[in-house]
């Protein structure tokens, strides 16, 4: 199972980090990423990492703010995200790849009010 954590409510221009650690049965993870939705929109791509290597890929929306890393002795994926914007409140979900399925977190909201 994925459990995500590190949400909460901050400032437009402020930081958090989410953490998402993996546990369990767990066969070599290949892929950790995140995901975002808001009500009535579909879940939309944030960062993803691939393990073996540490290759990254990053939306479009957030390049430059938001940084994806891992830490494969413990299984776990962070995504740092610096200077928020309103837009990017959404309940924050975390996926993993391994033993050819994908896994989802419970999800974490990231409110960004002033």
């Known amino acids: 199972q994925l459990q995500a954590c590190g949400g909460g409510l901050v400032q437009p221009g402020g930081s958090l980090r989410l953490s998402c650690a993996a546990s369990g049965s767990i066969a070599s993870i290949n892929i950790m990423g995140w995901y975002r939705q808001t009500p009535g929109k579909e879940r939309e791509f944030v960062a993803r990492v691939t393990t073996y290597d540490g290759t990254t890929n990053m939306a479009d929306s957030v390049k430059g703010r938001f940084t994806i890393s891992r830490d494969n002795a413990k299984n776990t994926v962070f995504l740092q995200m610096n200077s928020l914007k309103p837009e990017d409140t959404a309940v924050y979900y975390c996926?993993?790849?391994?033993?050819?399925?994908?896994?989802w977190g419970q999800g974490t909201l990231v409110t960004v009010s002033s």
């Open positions: 996926n993993a790849h391994w033993g050819g399925s994908w896994y």
